[in-house]
């Protein structure tokens, strides 16, 4: 992967506010990792679903567009099967399929120990070049 696609991807200003590191990145796969925070908590003491979404989702967004090609998000969906344990998340996504416009991905979502899944989400891409 080379050093000017991952700068687009760590220009994710959102990201940065929620505290997400990419870990790893090549073409159609990435990891990022995020360490919970009081900030990522609801009202009951969990990562909140928006969180771990927003995980996924940078994830998705890291993978799709380590081609080159600028992607975007038309269509995600997430399942929460188990609150999140320990002190970090690390989304791990994969590419499912990938056209000439449309990609999907999956992208899965484990405990600290990379044991438990926590939620698995999926998004169709389109890339706008």
Same mark, same amino acid.
């Given at each position: ?34 360490a ?18 927003t ?15 600028? /992607? !975007?998000? $038309?269509?995600?969906?997430? +399942?929460?099967?188990?609150? *999140? #344990?320990?002190?970090?998340?690390l ?14 991905? /999956? !992208?899965? $979502?484990?405990?600290?120990? +990379?044991?438990?899944l926590? *939620? #698995? ?9």
């Amino acid at each position: 992967m080379d050093k000017e696609k991952i700068v687009i991807i760590e220009n994710d200003q959102f990201a940065k506010l929620v505290g997400l590191e990419l870990v790893k990145v090549d073409l159609g796969y990435a990891e990022v990792r995020m360490a919970i925070q009081e900030k990522h908590l609801n009202g009951v003491g969990i990562v909140q679903g928006g969180a771990i979404f927003t995980l996924a989702d940078f994830a998705f967004a890291a993978a799709a567009n380590a081609g080159g090609k600028v /992607t !975007v998000g $038309i269509n995600a969906n997430i +399942n929460y099967f188990k609150p *999140a #344990k320990g002190k970090t998340l690390l989304a791990k996504a994969t590419e499912t399929s990938s056209g000439r416009s449309l990609c999907n991905y /999956t !992208v899965d $979502i484990f405990d600290e120990d +990379n044991a438990v899944l926590v *939620a #698995k989400f999926t998004a169709t891409g389109f890339s706008k070049n």
